[in-house]
């Protein structure tokens, strides 16, 4: 019998971890968000190519992202519109299989918001992607490329969510800070319509 410890579901797929961190992953393959390598569809869990021990998986719309035992980041799917971090040199289109983002960093959490992402350091800093322009959680307007961003000032940061639009942080000292798109009130700061904030 199967031992999961993970679970994370796109739009068409989802994907799972087992006890031992292995990733698989079933649904539509038509981006190459299962990872296997292939463009095909899996109606049950299929092995995502590599030998890869996770400890952290995250899917959305376009794809999938996973962070291994030793801290690094892997995506696989569709990139386009710096949707994956991995820089102007690519790669772009469909990636089949777990590719490793580029970056001087350890992950312990990655959040993946449709055309955009976010994650955070073991150091409790912020990093996002994104070709937009989006107001961060502790201030200040950036505009995001197609590679990882320090999004805050400082560090202390215990946990992330993104949907794209805008995101929200909680924070070592107990706060919730979010930024983006307040069109529907989403920023819990009493107020809505606005267009980015914190």
Known sequence: MATWRAVAAGDSHACALK??????????????????GKLEEALTPVAVAGDHSFKVIAADSFGTCGIDQGGALWCWGINHSGGFPFGEAGPFGKVLEPTRVQAEVSWKQVVLGGHSGCALSHEGELYCWQDRELATPRGGERDWTGRPELATSGDGLTSVCESGDHACITTDE??????GDDAEGQLGDGSSGGGGGD
Not at 26 to 31: R, T
Not at 174 to 179: H, K
Request: include cysteine.
């Open 174 to 179: 107990g706060e919730v800070l979010c930024s």
């Open 19 to 36: 006890a031992d961190g292995r990733a698989f992953c079933w649904g539509s393959g038509e981006l190459g968000a299962l990872g296997t």
